[in-house]
């Protein structure tokens, strides 16, 4: 059995998006209790969040985009950069514990102390681009967490796998032409989802080109698609790039039952993806994961998947 | 939306005069298919596209079928014994939507802007109408894209827009195109959110039908058969 951690801290749950706002600490709460239920917690290294030092942060975002949600947070405003992302005055200092957790969870993993980890984080981060708030995501916890390895650690190749619904236009658009990260999404397509970027043809540029991969998937698909996805183009790519380490963007929303989207994947289907990726990561990344929550907002659904996503990092779950 | 709003202004032009060769160069590096032809003081003489260059050009594979004189006479041919010489063209003050019609009806990937002096002052093609239709449908800015379909009667756009207000959602775009059914328009708001699932609902509550989108078409309901 691996050495698994799990970050979960009580002030995620402070960035308050107000009632009905989808992105909501209730979604923690749910795989929370999916975990604590199943008995996983003795298993597991648990972790609480350190602040993000600010250095991390520029590493990806502009002082600007920083200095203004700062700015918002204590002048009591509710929205930053569009009314899709709501905050509250504890959400600045939410989204740099979610940042400096997710940092340290990739600290721990490179100093050997764990095999991998799973960070139920909030906000969410992938949207986020370099200069703007987007998407109910403020700072790209996922695209932070590679800077620091590539920084601190010096990796070289840095593998990202985005199961989330939705493209992750931030992480893309941060290492466009970076060929030492490999972005892959797989996602609704961008014609009947948001963000409407992510299409097959967007594959980085200049020295990156060729280091991202979109897997836009039509309304009504599901288990099939994302098979067909993984076997012909992620297993392989990576096959080929050989992360150091693999970094999941984990959004639980293309699942079925969840409202944020038309694509129909199975909870069983998550487990198989998620098998695929811890299989990449004992071949060429000598187990690395370092998981991080993105979207997923069917309460009633993410407690389980919550379950079986610490269990096949754990490497409990056949 | 005037021409001249969307035109491509710094036209790559040929002579008449030129060589065949000269036009089919131009066009390969600077990556086009039309080449307006110009007289010496910038009046329009003519058009010359990457199909009149091809059917004036031997094949390779025919290239030696041909007798000596003949492939000469094909090297010496000009700009102006190929090209279109009266071709199709739109004013400056015409509007997006008349060369949109135009270039439809007559099956042109390009028309040649010509100014009432008669003077060339520019170039509208498909592309610059692609990129204008690109920003009309707001789809480089993050959003959602619906589609609901809405009985043909007053007042039914005003419930859709008001029930996507009421919700705090800025629009991207709308657009409404005719639906198969007589009677029936589909409405596709393009929504500058990342959060529809309650303004669907709330859509369908009061009475809309969100369509499937297999059945969305933003083209006319035509047989091709």
Known sequence: MKKTGFLYDERFLLHRTGPEHPESPERLLAIYRGIEDAGLLPRLTLMKAERARQEWIEAVHSVKLITRFEDACRSGLDILDNPDNKISSESFETALLAVGGVVGAAERVMKGELHNAFCAVRPPGHHAEVNRAMGFCFFNNVAIAARYLQHTWGIKRIGIVDFDVHHGNGTQAIFDDDPSVFYYSIHEHPSFAYPGTGREFEKGSGPGLGSTLNSPVLPGQGDLEYKESFENWLLPAFETFKPEVILVSAGFDAHIDDDMSDVHLSTACFSWMMKQIVGMADRYSQGRVISVLEGGYSINRLPELARNHIEILLGSKT | MFINKSMTRDVITVRGEAGLFEAKEKMELHNIRHLPVVTANNTLAGIIT????????????????????????????????????????????????????????????????????????????????????????????????????????????????????????????????????????????????????????????????????????????????
């Open chain 2, 50 to 225: 990457d199909r009149d260059i091809r059917s004036a050009l031997p094949s390779v594979f025919t290239l030696q079928m041909h007798d000596p004189q003949e492939v000469e006479g094909i090297a010496n041919l000009k700009v102006k014994d190929v090209m279109s010489k009266s071709p199709i063209t739109i004013s400056p003050m015409n509007t997006l939507g008349d060369a949109l019609l135009l270039m439809h009806r007559a099956r042109k990937g390009a028309l040649p802007v010509v100014d009432k002096q008669g003077n060339l002052a520019g170039i509208i093609s498909t592309s610059d109408v692609i990129r204008s239709f690109i920003n009309v449908l707001g789809i480089e800015q993050p959003g959602t894209l619906l589609c609901i379909l809405a009985e043909e009667k007053v007042g039914e756009m005003k419930r859709i827009v008001d029930a996507i207000t009421e919700e705090g959602i800025s629009f991207g775009s709308i657009l409404v195109a005719n639906y198969g059914d007589v009677g029936k328009r589909a409405v596709y708001p393009y929504l500058l959110t990342n959060n529809v699932a309650r303004v669907k609902k709330k859509l369908e509550s009061m009475g809309f039908t969100l369509l499937d989108p297999s059945e969305w078409s933003l083209d006319k309901f035509t047989d091709r058969s």
